[in-house]
């Protein structure tokens, strides 16, 4: 028995704040993409490291409208340096760069919009053919996946994806408003959803009946383990993992955040010794399938979930 664990890291860039764009540009790449900081550097090259060290698949969905402001070479760069380690790109998607495009995507939208749903069924197919044709010049092969930013997709993002031969979606998230495809019952495993197989980001009950991501900020490495294992027990296919370019840093991104970044690692090291029990995959892989069958959302225990509180609070403090 075994349950497939995706790994799925958004890779994104933001220059902390809209004003003065360009003139702190390379100061956004190197925090958010390099995860440049005092004591080393701890964002994508490093995730690739750890990852390829403990013989693990990811998914990176890289974010590329921000190339609509700052050209196709740093986008190349960051799918480069991805593809050169072997793992695979998908899209991710953040409409807060369509207002600070050079050349105006739609002239009449001037405001910022958080979300894709926020704009309408044929904006989205614009939106969504023009990131993936920068992410192809930007030397990235075949898509097969999207995840919306913010979560924020609705059934018309879903249905605008299938105009692009895209036919998995991972913005489904029970914990994030901003998502707007309302399944009902809710979904924690894979399931076709009009044409599109639907990846729902794994959220669990932690151990004092709040909703949490399985993001690597977001939980304490032993909520992490004890899910895995809980996932398997309940006959889970498989399970989905976020983390981002530069969620190794501390929250201002101005150095690394030691607890967060032995978290990853530790974490990395034990899937790899439980590789049998919990092997990693990718979007490409061909038994990512609907799975049949009713799932109810894990709970954690009440210790792993005491270990975070009191990791969060050392972090506040530190
Ligand atoms: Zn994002």
């Given at each position: ?60 969905f890289v ?25 695979s790109v998908e899209l ?36 969504l053919?023009?990131s993936a044709?920068?992410l192809g010049?930007?030397?990235a092969p075949r898509l097969h996946a999207f ?14 994806l299938?105009?692009l031969d895209i036919c998995i ?114 979007f490409r ?34």
């Open positions: 028995m075994s349950l497939s664990v995706l790994i799925t890291i958004d890779t994104e860039l933001w220059c902390d704040g809209w004003k003065n764009l360009d003139a702190h540009f390379l100061d956004a790449l190197k925090k958010y993409i390099y995860g440049k900081t005092p004591s080393g550097e701890y964002g994508l090259p490093f995730l690739l490291r750890v990852l390829n060290d403990n013989g693990l698949k990811a998914t990176f974010e590329p409208l921000f190339a609509l402001r700052f050209g196709l070479d740093p986008l190349a760069e960051i799918v480069g340096i991805i593809l050169d380690a072997g793992q991710h998607l953040h409409t807060e760069w369509v207002d600070e495009a050079k050349s105006p995507l739609f002239p009449g939208v001037i405001e910022k919009r958080q979300h894709i749903s926020c704009f309408s069924y044929e904006e989205q197919v614009v939106l053919h023009k044709d920068l010049l930007a030397g995840r919306a930013g913010n979560f924020g997709a609705n059934f018309d993002t879903l249905r605008a299938s105009t979606d991972s913005s489904y998230n029970t914990n994030q408003p901003a998502c707007e495809i309302n399944l009902s019952p809710p979904i924690h495993q894979a399931k076709m959803v009009n044409d599109i197989l639907e990846v729902p980001m794994t959220v669990f009950s932690d151990g004092i009946r709040r909703q949490r991501p399985m993001q690597i900020t977001a939980c304490s490495l032993d909520e992490l383990i004890t899910i895995l294992n809980y996932a398997l027990r309940a006959r889970w296919r498989h399970l989905v993992l976020l983390t981002h370019s530069a969620e190794m840093l501390n929250e201002s991104k101005t150095r690394k955040s030691s607890i967060v970044v032995r978290r990853f690692v530790r974490f990395c090291e034990y899937l790899s010794h439980n590789s049998g029990r919990f092997p990693t995959i990718d892989y061909p038994s990512l399938q609907p799975v049949e069958g009713e799932f109810f959302q894990l709970r954690c225990g009440v210790l792993p979930t005491l270990i975070r509180l009191v990791e969060q609070a050392r972090v506040r403090l530190s």
